[in-house]
């Protein structure tokens, strides 16, 4: 009896080591090494046996590039700080050989038994390479192109001993363009199917290695016989939805695409789980078949369903979809976070351009320009979350991966799946490089730049992948088939025609970012704009573009931030002549693209210092943005269906266009585009002194509650208008106009403005302050102010939890403008990221506001930093 005992367990631990083995996928991170080509004579398939020795290689950073590598064993400077970028030897000048590196990496894994399978998963490599395992190249020619996945079936050529030893050879794009400050260099990087800001744009400086290497994930897969790629999961949500009602049923549709590899037939189920119910399909593969299978549509009663920021939940549902052999046995299986929802769009015959609609509703969009997580492209899924975070903590729905850049990985989707952040994603391609305008700078004629990339075939072949990598994504909304300029024909065609009515024909395809089928003015064009600082009354009385995807302003950070990546010797304040409008700038401010205040800053007074004048920038900084989101809401459905700032992250220490730097330390724009872009706001129009309340909700809006109140640079209140109303639903309504009063208050020294939108049970919905210019248009009495008398307490709630209350004296003046930090008193440095519910916050004589400060850095015994216009930085411990 024991011994039946012992074989039936025995059967049942094979069975559950095969399953186990049809199901384990895990990434080659570390131990791998690297060596220039120059240095290597031999060939791949020596290199990439056990015994060949790599003790002279030195360690390689994969995913990674060349030039991270080279970061990380200290051979070249932080590219980041200072000038150093120009210290590294720049490809275009050293010539391709000098960045063809080879890796190398040694990996255990046993010979499969039976009928299961290994695979060798390369996400993403730049831009050519071959592939050799164990004495054996993989590939049958030279692969190319950044953005196209590789699979390879290495069941045969694994060690007996379970010792296996990979080596890879990475050439650099061809050719990889002059960087000789055009958008793109000379635009010959884009002949490429590659990125093309490497070789420089406006906002940042040539790549010297033009990000080659092993830049995306490198997975070993098992499984059975039989493998699933590709599945694809589709939500259909007919109808007009209400975000907390009870739901009618939604359809999902699933598919895959199936390969057994081996030389005997496979009979199975392809099944999946999704909320406890199960669909499944009879399948008979053939030896060597590949086919495609549709299960049937599964109605799912009342969904959970997933919404845009601001608008519903983001409900996910797991589904595990697996095929099962006849033997009972998992062959291969994936898990797939659903989003239950439908993105339709429209034309606004009114605004004249493309709306938005998700479960029916329309959404007015408020995005933010993206262009990657990082130049080098150390991507992480954290680093994705954080800024994702963030996009959600300015209350944007929506952010555009811009064009000159890459599709994201897969874990920027799950992001913004997360945080309810729609994804407009451009294919490659830039009117910069391809071709939309003359250029001197550009190597080629624009005819010739408008047929690139060279190789037509490998792009579409690339955006077919990429498209079935991504397309599961309930947040992404949008493909666009690139910036500011369509592709060739015969690429467009193959796109719009045939991939996306074949791969994933339930988004909107618009052909280029600024389409007239996107939006188009009165005259019947479009385009994008105004860029740059701008007086506050252009976004609320000057008419852009009905759908704009670029629209921007300035945003460096604050001292702290200035101080990680610009030498204390450059640290020089920008000289603006306002005669001339022509500002003159030290030169590492120039390298790092800075883009000016012009004089918006002095009206605050002339800067001291550096620290001085980033902090008096900070005050512009807010203004802008929660100017330029309130400006465009207030004509939300009549002049516009969304816009999208141009933009919200830099991708290396850049000095423009951030509502955070690349450091992940927020600035001020963060905080007014937090306030301006409410789903539910009260604010100022500054040109004709009208409050008004714009509300993005779907859902009527009953009992609500205005106060109006202008407080003297001193302190005292004085009350306008209290009054109740209710907010028409996804519209702007006005109140009241304060012309009068509020050029009683703040003709001579300026005023506060503080405007406050309530239910009738007195729970918050928005607070808003504005700060008041003087009849000259200058903020004269801000420098008069009295010393805030602000107590300030910090108190744990949970784990990497901390609530911060700033109690204001009724006494004494408005607390203007404090910002708030985390510091580790080890390092007398800030936290990051650390994610603040508000911030640059300003507290009204005889109240007070409670920030939450949420962070995931092990920090023992955390400080609070607060600083503000007439507050003196405090630290106050956590208690």
């Not at 953005?147 to 069941?155: A, G, K």
């Not at 007074?605 to 943005?625: R, T």
């Not at 990221?833 to 920090?859: A, C, H, M, R, W």
């Not at 015994?861 to 405090?874: A, D, F, I």
């Amino acid at each position: 009896m024991r011994i039946l005992s012992n074989v039936l367990l025995l059967i049942l631990l094979t069975a559950v080591l095969q399953n186990a083995h049809a199901q384990t996928c895990y990434e080659l991170n570390s131990g791998w090494k690297f060596k220039a080509i120059g240095s290597v004579t031999d060939k791949g398939e020596a290199i990439s046996t056990t015994g060949y020795a790599l003790n002279d290689w030195q360690p390689a950073v994969v995913p990674g590039t060349v030039l991270t590598s080279q970061i990380k064993n200290k051979q070249v400077p932080d590219p980041f700080y200072g000038m150093n970028n120009k210290q590294i030897p720049d490809i275009y000048r050293t010539g391709r050989d000098y960045y063809t590196y080879w890796f190398a990496k040694e990996f255990k894994e046993v010979k499969a038994q039976g009928s299961n399978q290994v695979y060798l998963n390369l996400r993403g490599v730049n831009y050519s390479y071959n592939v050799f395992l164990n004495g054996h190249q993989l590939n049958e020619q030279l692969n190319q192109g950044m953005f196209l996945r590789r699979s390879y079936n290495i069941t045969k050529w694994l060690a007996k001993s379970g010792n296996n030893r990979l080596a890879i050879i990475v050439y650099p794009p061809d050719p990889v363009g002059n960087p000789n400050g055009g958008q793109g260099g000379d635009g010959t990087i884009a002949k490429n199917v590659s990125i093309q800001y490497t070789a420089g744009w406006d906002w940042i400086q040539p790549i010297p290695d033009r990000n080659t290497g092993i830049w995306d994930k490198v997975t070993i897969e098992k499984t059975g016989a039989v493998r699933i790629t590709d599945p694809h999961v589709v939500t259909l949500v007919p109808g007009v939805r209400m975000p907390e009602s009870a739901q009618e049923p939604a359809i999902i549709q699933v598919s895959a695409h199936l390969q057994n590899t081996t030389g005997k037939a496979v009979t199975g189920v392809l099944k999946y789980n999704l909320d406890g119910k199960s669909v499944a399909k009879n399948v008979t593969l053939k030896p060597g078949a590949e086919i495609d299978v549709q299960l049937s549509d599964y109605s799912l009663k009342n969904p959970k369903l997933w919404w845009p920021n601001g608008y519903g939940p983001q409900n996910l549902y797991h589904l595990n979809l697996q095929f099962v052999t006849a033997a009972n046995k998992i062959s291969d299986q994936k898990n797939i976070e659903v989003g239950v929802r439908q993105i339709t769009t429209e034309w606004n015959s009114h605004t004249q351009s493309r709306q938005v609609n998700v479960n029916g509703q329309k959404i007015f969009i408020k995005g933010g320009n993206w262009i990657v997580s990082d130049e080098l492209l150390r991507f992480s899924k954290a680093r994705y979350d954080a800024e994702v975070r963030f996009h959600r903590d300015m209350n944007l729905n929506l952010i555009r991966v811009w064009g000159g850049a890459l599709i994201e990985r897969p874990e920027f989707y799950e992001a913004c799946d997360k945080y309810g952040i729609l994804v407009f994603q451009d294919m490659w391609g830039s009117g910069d490089c391809n071709g939309r305008w003359q250029d001197p700078k550009k190597l080629e004629d624009q005819a010739t730049r408008r047929k690139y990339p060279d190789d037509h075939a490998l792009y579409i072949r690339s955006i077919a992948d990429q498209i079935k990598m991504i397309r599961n994504y309930a947040s992404l909304a949008i493909w666009c088939g690139g910036n500011e300029i369509t592709q060739p024909d015969d690429i467009l065609k193959a796109v719009r025609d045939t991939l996306m009515p074949t791969l994933d024909n339930t988004r909107w395809f618009v052909d280029f970012s600024n389409s007239l089928d996107m939006s188009k003015t009165e005259k019947g064009t479009n385009g994008d704009g105004p860029y740059g600082i701008q007086h506050l009354s252009v976004f609320w009385a000057h008419r852009t573009y009905p759908f704009n995807s670029e629209v921007g302003s300035v945003g460096i950070g604050d001292y702290e931030s200035l101080k990680r990546f610009i030498p204390e010797k450059n640290m020089i304040v920008p000289d603006y002549n306002k005669s001339t409008r022509k500002e003159k700038v030290d030169s590492v401010w120039d390298y790092h693209t800075y883009i000016g205040y012009e004089d918006f800053i002095d009206k605050y007074g002339k800067p001291k210092d550096v620290k001085d004048f980033a902090e008096k920038a900070q005050l512009v900084n807010y203004d802008q943005y929660r100017g330029l989101m309130e400006g465009f809401s207030s004509h939300m459905w009549d002049w516009y269906t969304g816009s999208i700032i141009w933009k919200t992250q830099n991708p290396w220490s850049a000095m423009r266009g951030q509502m955070y730097d690349y450091y992940l330390d927020p600035n001020a724009c963060l905080y007014g585009l937090h306030s301006g872009s409410e789903l539910k706001h009260i604010m100022y129009n500054p040109t004709d002194s009208t409050v008004s309340i714009v509300n993005n909700d779907v859902e009527s809006q009953v009992n609500n509650f205005a106060t109006v109140k202008l407080y003297t640079i001193e302190g005292k209140e004085i009350p306008v208008a209290a009054t109740p109303c209710d907010p028409e639903v996804t519209g702007v309504t006005k109140l009241l106009s304060i012309k009068k009063e509020v050029a009683a208050a703040a003709t001579d020294k300026g005023a506060f403005l503080a405007l406050r939108l309530t239910r009738r049970d007195s729970k918050l919905i928005s607070d808003n302050v504005y700060w008041l210019a003087d009849k000259n248009g200058e903020y004269s009495g801000l420098n008069e102010m009295p010393a805030a008398k602000l107590i300030i307490t910090a108190k744990p709630i949970s784990k990497g939890k901390i609530a911060v209350t700033l109690t204001n004296s009724k006494q004494g003046p408005v607390a203007f403008f404090n910002r708030i930090s985390l510091i580790n008193p080890k390092t007398n440095e800030r936290v990051l990221p650390t994610f603040y519910s508000d911030n640059y916050v300003s507290v009204l004589p005889g109240e007070q506001k409670t920030i939450t400060l949420e962070y995931d850095q092990p920090v023992l015994s955390p400080k609070v930093s607060v600083r503000g216009w007439n507050l003196k930085e405090r630290m106050v411990e956590v208690k």
